[in-house]
């Protein structure tokens, strides 16, 4: 599952010029069963997506299509959910390969069988960013530092 970290660069007035179009957007992803969630933040500098999983390449064409691109930044982070509620229990599991090449196959309690549990939480760093030929849209891709 993916976390896509949505933050304005442009100001709001040319933000809710493009509102409608971005629901429109989020309305095709959601019937197709590729976005999760989403929602602003609070303050309103941003919003928050969570995108089920899929090649990242495809996440990169995906986010490259919302209207939005033209207003706000993108950083995305890959989550290997590996405990969650029994309504989101089919989020478990689900893996790809990150870009660059680091693989989240296990959690990284697994690798690590010393870490506790609330050591789950580890600092992140950037694997890479691309931009879009041709659009606003720059994605950071980040991903846990156990390698």
Request: net charge neutral; with cysteine.
């Amino acid at each position: 599952m993916y976390v896509v970290s949505l933050d304005y660069f442009r100001p709001m007035e040319e933000v809710e010029a493009l509102l409608a179009a971005h629901i429109a957007w989020l309305d095709r992803y959601f019937d197709a069963g590729a976005v999760i969630a989403a929602g602003r933040k609070d303050p309103q500098t941003g919003g928050l997506l969570l995108v089920k999983e899929m090649p990242h390449e495809q996440l990169d064409a995906l986010l490259a299509e919302d209207p939005f691109v033209a207003v706000a930044h993108y950083t995305v982070t890959r989550v290997n959910v590996t405990q969650a509620a029994e309504e989101f229990a089919g989020l478990k599991g689900q893996t790809t390969d990150f870009p660059g090449g680091v693989t989240a196959e296990k959690p990284h309690t697994a690798r690590y069988p010393s870490c506790r549990p609330h050591s789950r939480l580890r600092p992140k760093k950037r694997v890479s960013s691309s931009a879009i030929p041709g659009s606003h849209l720059r994605v950071v891709w980040v991903s846990p530092t156990d390698r």
